[in-house]
């Protein structure tokens, strides 16, 4: 796997579950954008392959998701 020199960070979106509804209406709503804690180059390199580091940003926002009641 390539050696990231920056660090990730991972965010999650919430509010936007309704949309877009299939009636091609706009409508007013507030859509939020959370970031989450930033991984670590060191981290990101610790993952033996591309896969298993998605896998760990997947289940990060998957938490932080559930936190915010958002359906994943």
Request: hydrophobic fraction near 35%; proline fraction near 11%; charged fraction near 20%.
């Amino acid at each position: 796997m390539g050696c990231p020199r920056i660090p990730l960070y991972p965010g999650i979106i919430t509010g936007n579950e309704h949309n877009p509804t299939r009636h091609f209406r706009l409508s007013c709503g507030y859509v939020h954008f959370h970031l989450l804690p930033p991984i670590s180059p060191e981290t990101a390199r610790s993952f033996s392959s591309a896969f298993a580091l998605k896998q760990y940003v997947r289940e990060r926002m998957a938490k932080a998701a559930a936190e915010h009641e958002v359906y994943p």
